[in-house]
């Protein structure tokens, strides 16, 4: 009996022990400084949220240097004989001018519509 007693009071000291030793991470601080769309058709493009463009970034800084890049992945067509297609375009300036770099990006996303757009309709002709 004594023994069982012994057992279970070390058992308990060795789990109590247990969970109050190591050391926790935390992270304070998070920064994203690049953002990339990349998509495989014009139409994806139609989807972005422009407000959480902004709540991405909304950690930075006024003088970090921030990047915004979009892409279209156009894929190949054996048929024919077109290899990938990619479109694409970036936009680095500092977080002061996160308003801007979101007018030129969306502007240039409708520049990338247009070119893939006008691409596919190229090879669909010939």
Same mark, same amino acid.
């Given at each position: ?19 109050? *030793?190591?050391? @926790? ?12 769309? @990349? ?43 077109? *290899? ?23 502007? *240039? ?18």
């Amino acid at each position: 009996m004594k023994a069982m007693l012994y057992m279970t009071f070390l058992l308990i000291t060795l789990g109590l022990t247990a969970q109050n *030793s190591g050391a @926790s991470a935390t992270i304070k601080e998070h920064k994203v400084s690049a953002l990339t769309f @990349s998509v495989t058709s014009p139409e994806e493009f139609k989807t972005v949220n422009w407000k959480d463009v902004y709540e991405i970034f909304e950690g930075a800084k006024a003088d970090d240097k921030l990047c915004l890049g979009f892409e279209i992945r156009l894929p190949e067509d054996p048929e024919k004989k077109i *290899s990938k297609a990619n479109f694409g375009i970036r936009i680095e300036d500092t977080a002061a001018n996160l308003e801007k770099m979101i007018a030129k990006g969306q502007k *240039s996303v409708k520049q990338l519509i247009k070119m893939a757009t006008n691409f596919k309709n190229y090879i669909d002709e010939n």
